[in-house]
């Protein structure tokens, strides 16, 4: 898949030129033919395309024409131009020498009647009213007028007695202006598709039928309301606007409509003031229902939308399709699918169809609760159905995709709405470069900012954002920082979402006095935290030890308003029960349920951890059954094994037999990783038997457990036969399997077995990521000082290997590697100098003692 891109060219000032992203194969791009048209000026340079790009020039979309002006000033087309529509996309030359300014077009009818100084008012078109032939004019095709109606009638009755001529597309009946519960005895109907005009010409033939003891009368529309929307606009233009409400009640009606839209517009925030002002409509509009069911759709309330709903069709008020799409909005925001799809059928039975904005919700809406598979469903049922689509539910549906890791996918769909002509807004740009951080793919995020940059967009802190959290993802918070300052030097500042990933990203590394630091900084910009940022600051104090601040912290953000979650309290908790303080973790653990936060699994099992390593069952066992009364499955086989109390860990297998809970793979995993913690080969080689005996088959997991208690008692020799098993078993060794394997090795001090185990990995087509390089580097520095030269080398060429992938490693591993270097090269050297390259931003800020010989 290559991606092809703009020239650098490209005039960012020409509006007319919309930018457009192409992630197309090259061999998919067909050119047109050449002609006048087409032909490339003289002076255009083509740059050469790199074949290990991903770049391709856009697809040519047609200048939309001029449509012509009715009466009374009728318009010829414009001429086509000779010159290329995409010239000033692609070439400099039209940046040079920009194309001259159309011409001016003539004023429109409603322009025409624009005041003038000492000008006479014109007369307004169709101003005789009983003009058939101006009223023609007017005329919808498929509409019909239907009189004599009893008055107290509803919208779906007179619906249901039509349909059966045609798909009706609309019910418009005039209610009662001093009796809004009643109609004034008529109404008009708009039938669509294709056989409109049909349909309107069968229901006219039932002129004079008896309906509900009145004899209708059925006429096709003549145009006179249309065209009295006309005159009154056309006067209202020329500032000679007749018109006066009917009541003092309608005008009554009408200010308390402008109010409730002025308190959606300044305070939205203020949702009591918001209800108060529509309540205060003496009679609500349908658009009145629309903006409140919007309103409540914008904040996920998805039972006040369905009851403002319900309220306006108990008034007599019909849905329509922008009701009833904002109603599924509800539903979508609050995560609710299956509420709206009931919402969606609930259209279909009123035969209201599905527009493009409703399916584009609805595709939105799956792909937030990551379901891309239903969402690329609706998105093929879109392009069936509807005639167009636009570029927001091209947006969704690649969100979708980018979010479940499916980047082919999105590619495609990129390249499709290319080739339909629909430019590519921004926000696809950082969904592409959110959905390769998602999937490490550093190279073509790259690819991706780059092209926003071409087609004359400005990167925003959202582009410089998404840069920062991939960098922050893959371990390169260096790259990190630069983006930083390259964002801060094009006048940019940062938001809470960015510090956030800068934090983040130093706690990673544990280097906590820049995460400080770069907090510090935040506030004094005056960016507020949000919950976010805050869980990330107790998560750092909480590691640091200093739970007494992480502590302070969340009371800070109770002041601030912002509640705590589970993730808050989680790592004070855990901080309490790694360091035996379990009657402080019980603590933490009610304030976190005063707090409103219902504890989670990983909640339990740090507390379970905790008790079972400070020898108290009686307590753990209270811990599990609260855990069953929350409908919370209990995890203590887990808690014991990771404590090494084996024991009580076979006591739990046992309970869990009388139980009659078989054993699966994830049991049998669990008990041989405790084994092999405690470096027991033999047990844990007897599970795997057993395991095989039982039928159920290990997999990647039970096999690296298994190498690792091989590894802890010094046994190589039995961990190289398991790797031999795992080949015979047609288990393929994960990076992790070697990280495990390379560590060993290097516990054995066979430095040279580990260098092996490292190229194996590259062998089998693997990235090694963070923790072989930090083994295999241990390793080789115990080493060096009396190994052959060749250690030597190997060091420095697997650090250079870092450097270029930025790997850094922690404070910690900085400090122990500068040990070890100052017995290599006392005064420094060429191996100090590439190591220190690996070493984070604040290694620098730590005495190193000197090693005593």
């Known amino acids: 898949m290559d991606l092809l891109f703009l020239p650098a060219s490209f005039s960012p000032t020409n509006l007319a030129a919309k930018p457009c992203l192409l992630l197309l194969p090259r061999a998919s791009h067909k050119l047109p033919p050449e002609s006048a048209a087409n032909r490339l000026p003289s002076r255009a340079v083509r740059r050469p395309l790199d074949p ?8 040519a979309t047609p200048t939309p024409s001029i449509p012509a002006v009715p009466p009374p000033a009728p318009l010829n087309p414009p001429k086509p131009s000779a010159v290329n529509p995409l010239s000033p996309k692609l070439w400099l030359s039209s940046k040079l020498s920009p194309p001259p300014p159309p011409p001016p077009l003539p004023p429109s009818p409603v322009e025409a009647f624009a005041p003038e100084s000492n000008v006479e008012d014109p007369p307004s078109v169709a101003s005789d009213p009983g003009s058939t032939a101006d009223a023609s004019e007017f005329r919808v095709k498929g509409k019909i007028f239907v009189g004599n109606l009893p008055k107290w009638i509803r919208k779906n009755e007179i619906a249901e007695f039509f349909r059966q001529f045609g798909p009706l597309k609309k019910v418009e009946l005039i209610r009662d202006h001093d009796d809004p519960e009643r109609n004034v005895g008529y109404c008009f109907l708009l039938y669509g598709g294709p056989t409109a005009e049909d349909s309107a010409a069968r229901a006219v ?29 056309a006067r209202w233009v020329a500032g000679s606007n007749g018109r006066e409400y009917r009541s003092k009640w309608h005008e009554e009606r009408g200010n308390a409509s402008v109010r409730f839209m002025k308190v959606l517009d300044t305070k939205p925030e203020d949702w009591q003031t918001v209800v108060l002002a529509f309540d205060k409509i003496p009679k609500p509009s349908l658009g009145d229902y629309r903006l409140m069911v919007k309103y409540y759709a914008r904040r996920g309330d998805k039972h006040h939308a369905r009851a403002t709903f319900e309220s306006m069709r108990a008034r007599g008020i019909e849905p329509d399709e922008r009701i009833f799409t904002s109603l599924v909005h509800a539903y979508a925001v609050a995560r609710d699918m299956r509420g709206a799809l009931s919402c969606m059928d609930e259209m279909k039975t009123e035969g209201i169809e599905l527009t493009v904005a409703t399916y584009s919700i609805l595709i939105a809406g799956f792909a937030k609760v990551n379901a891309a598979e239903s969402a690329d469903n609706f998105f093929t049922e879109a392009k069936q159905k509807l005639a167009s689509l636009n570029a927001i539910i091209y947006s969704n549906i690649i969100y979708a995709h980018c979010q479940s890791g499916n980047m082919a996918r999105a590619e495609v769909l990129v390249r499709e709405m290319e080739e339909r002509g629909i430019d590519a807004p921004i926000n696809i740009y950082h969904t ?26 400005a990167p925003s802190v959202i582009s410089y954002g998404c840069l920062i959290n991939l960098y922050i993802k893959i371990g390169k918070v260096s790259k990190a920082i630069d983006v930083s300052r390259t964002m801060e030097l094009s006048g940019i500042k940062h938001n809470h979402k960015t510090y956030s990933m800068l934090i983040n990203g130093f706690i990673r590394l544990n280097d ?184 159920v088959p290990p997999d990647i997991h039970t096999y690296t457990s298994l190498i690792n208690a091989c590894c802890k008692a010094g046994d190589m020799l039995r961990a190289s036969k398991v790797i031999e098993e795992m080949a015979a078993a047609g288990v393929t060794p994960n990076i992790k399997t070697y990280t495990t394997l390379i560590r060993g ?109």
């Open 205 to 233: 033939e039932f002129d004079g039928v008896e309906f509900h003891g009145r004899v209708l009368t059925v006429r096709l529309d003549d145009g006179g309301q249309v065209r009295a929307r006309k005159e009154e606009k």
């Open 745 to 853: 090795w290097a516990r054995a001090s066979l430095p040279e077995k580990a260098m092996e185990c490292f190229g194996e990995i590259k062998l089998a087509g693997l990235k090694p990521d963070k923790a072989a390089y930090h083994c295999l580097v241990t390793s080789l520095l115990s080493r060096a000082t009396v190994a052959e030269d060749y250690i030597r080398s190997g060091i420095l060429r697997v650090c250079k290997e870092m450097v270029e992938n930025d790997l850094t490693v922690d404070l910690d591993t900085a400090i122990h590697w500068s040990k070890s270097l100052r017995k290599i090269e006392r005064t420094g050297g060429e191996l100090t100098e590439v190591l220190q390259r690996t070493f984070p931003p604040s290694w620098t800020s730590h005495e190193i003692p000197e090693t005593c010989d």
């Open 52 to 59: 290990s790009s991903l770049r391709r020039p856009p697809l």
């Open 432 to 457: 592409m470069m959110d959905g390769y951080t998602n999937i490490r793919d550093e190279k073509k995020c790259l690819i991706v900012f780059e092209r926003l940059k071409e087609c004359g967009f």
């Open 512 to 695: 906590f006095a820049n995460a400080f630091s770069i907090f510090e900084e935040m506030l004094k910009t005056g960016t507020k935290p949000d919950v976010v940022l805050y869980n990330n600051i107790v998560c750092a104090f909480s590691k640091m030890g200093n739970t007494d601040r992480a502590i302070q912290i969340v009371h800070e953000m109770q002041k601030g308003k912002h509640r705590p979650s589970t993730r808050t309290f989680l790592p004070i908790i855990d901080a309490f029960a790694a360091a035996g303080e379990i009657k402080r973790a019980l603590e933490i653990f009610d304030l976190m349920r005063r707090s409103g936060c219902v504890p989670t699994v990983e909640v339990y099992n740090v507390l379970i951890h905790g008790l079972v390593q400070k020898h108290k069952m009686e307590k753990a066992v209270e811990v599990i059954d609260k855990m069953s009364l929350a409908g919370i499955k209990p995890t203590l086989l887990k808690a014991c094994c990771k404590s090494g109390r084996m024991q009580s860990a076979l006591a739990v297998t046992r309970e869990m037999s009388a139980q009659k809970i078989a054993r699966n793979t994830f049991v049998y995993n669990i008990l041989i990783d405790g084994w092999a913690r405690r470096g027991d080969v033999w047990e844990a080689a007897d599970l795997l038997q057993q395991m095989k005996h039982d039928g």
